[in-house]
C-alpha cells in the first residue's frame, strides 16, 4: 500500500531553515507529481508547492515564493522541501501528497513551529 | 487563480440530517472539483473526485454535484463519525486551489 513517511519538522527561529523529506513506498515515485500543503494550527489547507515527475515543472505558492525550494530524487522515492528565511507565519504541519490533481494519499504530516 | 469560497464555514446538525456544504468558484469551471475529509489530528481524505464520483471505499451516503461556478457536497444522513472539516479543491485551473472549509458538528 501507498506509504508517505515525512519528517525533518521542528523548532526554528525566524530567520532560520529547515529541510523536510518525504519517503515514499507502494508506488512508483517516479510516475507521479508530488505535492507540499500546509496547515496552520487552527487553519485550512495550503497548497505551498508541487513537482512533476521529472522534476521539470515546479508551482510556488507567492507565500512561499524565492525562500522555499522542492525537490525530488527519484532513486530515493523521496521528496524534499528547503525552506530558508522562516517566517513565524510558516508555523504548520508539513503535508506531502501524491500527486497534484487528485490527493488521494497523504502522509501523517510533520510540524514546523518558528518562533524565538 | 481561481478562488473557492465554500459556505457554511461551521454547521451544526442532528444525527440523521441531511447536510448540505457548497463551494462557489471565482470563475465558470469545469467538473474538475474534489471534496476531502479531515479529522481532527489526522490528514485529509479524499470522498469524492471530479465533482461527483465517489472514491473506493467512501460510504455511499457522501455525494457531490454541480458544475460552472457552484458544486454541492451533500451527506444524505449524519453519521456520529463524520464530524470533521471537508475542503473543496480545484484543479480545473492551475494551480490548485482550496475552499476555506467547512467544520461539521453535532448539535
Known amino acids: 500500500q501507498v506509504q508517505l513517511v515525512e519528517s525533518g519538522g521542528g523548532l526554528v527561529k525566524p530567520g532560520g531553515s529547515l529541510r523536510l523529506s518525504c519517503a515514499a513506498s507502494?508506488?512508483?515515485?517516479?510516475?507521479?507529481?508530488m505535492s507540499w500543503i500546509r496547515q496552520a494550527p487552527g487553519k485550512g489547507l495550503e497548497w505551498v508547492s508541487y513537482?512533476?515527475?521529472?522534476?521539470?515543472?515546479?508551482y510556488y505558492a507567492d507565500s512561499v515564493k524565492g525562500r522555499f525550494t522542492i525537490s525530488r530524487d527519484n532513486a530515493r522515492s523521496s521528496l524534499y522541501l528547503q525552506m530558508h528565511s522562516l517566517r513565524a507565519e510558516d508555523t504548520a504541519v508539513y503535508y506531502c501528497?501524491?500527486?497534484?490533481?487528485?490527493?488521494?494519499?497523504w502522509g501523517q504530516g510533520t510540524l514546523v513551529t518558528v518562533s524565538s | 487563480d481561481i478562488q473557492m469560497t465554500q459556505s457554511p464555514s461551521s454547521l451544526s446538525a442532528s444525527i440523521g440530517d441531511r447536510v448540505t456544504i457548497t463551494c462557489q468558484a471565482s470563475?465558470?469551471?469545469?467538473?474538475?472539483l474534489n471534496w476531502y475529509q479531515q479529522k481532527p489530528g489526522k490528514a485529509p481524505k479524499l470522498l469524492i473526485y471530479d465533482a461527483s464520483y465517489l472514491e473506493t471505499g467512501v460510504p455511499s451516503r457522501f455525494s457531490g454535484s454541480g458544475s460552472g461556478t457552484d458544486f454541492t457536497f451533500t451527506i444524505s444522513s449524519l453519521q456520529p463519525e463524520d464530524i470533521a472539516t471537508y475542503y473543496c479543491?480545484?484543479?480545473?485551473?492551475?494551480?490548485?486551489?482550496f475552499g476555506q472549509g467547512t467544520k461539521l458538528e453535532i448539535k
Open positions: 501528497a501524491r500527486d497534484y490533481l487528485w490527493l488521494r494519499d
Open positions: 507502494g508506488f512508483t515515485f517516479s510516475d507521479y507529481y
Open positions: 513537482i512533476s515527475s521529472r522534476g521539470s515543472t515546479i
Open positions: 479543491q480545484q484543479y480545473d485551473n492551475l494551480p490548485p486551489t
Open positions: 470563475q465558470d469551471m469545469t467538473n474538475y
